[in-house]
């Protein structure tokens, strides 16, 4: 069962949201909340398997409401919602370390999968928006944790490509004939290598460094 917290300030999104997604067999509306303050604690007391939060939001935005989480929680996963692709919003989120982010008018199946492919473990990153991010990081003359490339071996640099390339730690370890338990400890090691906090920015860290390649 996937638990979800909800997070909109349109209670009437809401609640079609929660109706659609029980619909399904395996996910669970566990907690909603209306704004980014609200998402904080919520979040902390139930400890939910995945966020789905707006983006626009009374008294704290989704953004901030998605940074304070990951600081409490690295592992947290968040996946944005908004109305516009492009919105520079997403990028700080991203930055921050959303998982990834839905459109308010995507279908239900590309909802649906979405919040699948982030509860095991997948970030949502294409090729063309890692590179409006990292060309967002350029732009603000922001850089990643980790400004050089740390000496990772070669089982190292095969995790973090096949991170970055959006496969789950189940995907991973099938690949590389090791445990789910192995990957996720050679993941917290590379993420201590490289200064990072999360797989968002170790996926957007292995494109720039040309380790992985989403084309």
Avoid: W
Avoid at 184 to 209: C, V
């Amino acid at each position: 069962m996937i638990r979800i917290l909800l997070v909109d300030d349109h209670a009437l999104f809401r609640q079609g949201i929660k109706s659609l997604l029980e619909s399904e067999g395996d996910i669970r509306v566990i907690g909603e909340a209306s704004n980014g303050r609200e998402a904080i604690r919520f979040a902390a007391e139930t400890k939910p398997d995945l966020i789905l939060m707006d983006i626009q939001m009374p008294e704290l935005d989704g953004v901030k409401a998605c940074q304070s989480i990951l600081e409490i929680d690295p592992q947290a996963r968040v996946i944005m919602i908004t109305m516009y692709r492009q919105d520079s919003y997403v990028f700080e989120a991203l930055k921050a370390g959303a998982r990834g982010y839905v459109l308010k008018d995507a279908d239900a199946s590309t909802l649906i999968d979405a919040i699948r492919r982030v509860a095991e473990g997948e970030a949502l990153l294409n090729a063309d928006l890692a590179q409006n991010v990292l060309d967002d990081f350029r732009h603000k003359k922001e850089v990643l944790p980790s400004e050089k490339h740390a000496d990772l071996n070669e089982r190292e640099t095969m995790i973090l490509r096949l991170l970055a390339q959006g496969h789950s730690n189940q995907e991973i370890a099938i690949k590389m004939d090791i445990s789910e338990k192995t990957v996720r400890n050679r993941l917290s090691e590379i993420f201590a290598k490289l200064q990072l906090n999360n797989r968002t920015q170790a996926a957007l860290y292995a494109i720039r460094e040309g380790i992985a390649n989403l084309e």
